[in-house]
């Protein structure tokens, strides 16, 4: 949903047959989300548990894994982009991110082709395409919004992603807008409450605060996107799902509300922030409060260059277990 107060969109991470079918409309034109996002695990997910796949899956013969898992793919975000073409075309979101292989995630060429194959089977306007922020992708999303294909940068730690991001992005949307008309855009996905999952048992350890490194290091990077000043490069929010009982479900979400922003977040939590929905933006942050505070972390040991290095190796190497996981079970 669009927050009027703070021009806050929120999108649903989750696909589901069954689900794109009957509530995921519903939850569209109450106007709760005007969005969605999707990835390898959440696929691996729903196409190994859900029976709403059994009799399409029945159905092919002599299919490869890939091919099997790219045909029920295309059919659950084109259903997703449906949905959501209303608001697409009144100009408030209305996206849908399907991933490209993560197995390609250092193959330029292999992703911005993969890209527009997806891009064109589904054949909705309204589908970003997901990239992660490697070396190889980078120059894959230029070549992708060139060509009028909007893209979700996905799996951004550092701020040094971020910013290598935000110039393959605006390279690919000059060159796009410079010869056509139309729409393009993007969204730079900060995961944030991995790095918490990760130090806060070390912080604590220190007498240090538990579960703001992943916010401070999310506004730093909101920082960066909204100095670059283009009204369609905005930072998303993702990875706000919370573990455990020590915080509120929504509790990411209430402390990155910002205006010209995205929060992609699970169902559940999505249902804990609407129950007691805030209206007050927490972001921007102060530079100097942000640098503080990771001053105070490198004070006490804490090498932030090794965290972003590991975040971004798990992130990646998960995606690519889901992924195989999937196509072994097709």
Not at 278 to 284: F, G, I, M, Q
Request: with cysteine; aromatic share 10%; charged share 25%.
């Amino acid at each position: 949903m669009v927050n009027k107060e703070i021009s806050f969109s929120l999108w649903l991470d989750f696909i589901e047959r069954d689900y794109l079918k009957n509530e995921f409309s519903m939850l569209v034109k109450k106007g709760i989300i005007n969005g969605a996002t999707s990835n390898p695990s959440i696929f691996a997910s729903a196409i190994t548990s859900s029976p709403a796949y059994k009799e399409q899956l029945e159905s092919f013969v002599g299919k490869s894994p890939k091919e099997k898992y790219e045909a029920l793919a295309i059919e659950d975000i084109r259903t997703a982009a449906q949905a959501l073409r209303t608001v697409y075309d009144n100009d408030n979101d209305g996206y849908i991110s399907i991933e490209v292989d993560p197995f390609l995630s250092n193959n330029t060429q292999g992703t911005i082709e993969e890209g527009k194959r997806l891009f064109k089977a589904i054949n909705e306007p309204n589908v970003m395409i997901k990239v992660p922020a490697t070396e190889a992708g980078y120059a894959a999303m230029t070549e992708l919004l060139s060509l009028g294909i909007s893209v979700n940068a996905t799996l951004i730690f550092s701020p040094k992603q971020a910013h290598k991001c935000i110039k393959a992005m605006q390279k690919g949307i000059a060159i796009f807008e410079e010869h056509n008309e139309g729409k393009v855009n993007a969204v730079i996905s900060v995961f944030v409450s991995r790095f918490d999952r990760l130090l806060d048992k070390d912080l604590a350890a220190e007498g240090m605060d538990v579960s703001k490194t992943g916010i401070y290091n999310a506004a730093k990077i909101y920082n960066l996107v909204e100095a670059c000043n283009k009204p369609n490069i905005r930072t998303l929010f993702a990875s706000t799902g919370v573990k455990g009982d020590a915080l509120e479900a929504d509790y990411y979400m209430r402390e990155l509300l910002a205006g010209h922003s995205v929060n992609t977040a699970p169902l559940g939590t999505i249902e804990a922030y609407i129950s007691q929905a805030a209206s007050v933006a927490r972001l921007p942050l102060e530079e100097h409060v942000i640098n503080g505070y990771f001053t105070k972390l490198s004070d006490n040991g804490f090498d932030m260059d090794a965290v972003y290095a590991q975040l971004l190796k798990e992130g990646l190497e998960a995606f690519e277990k889901a992924f195989q996981e999937m196509l072994d079970s097709l």
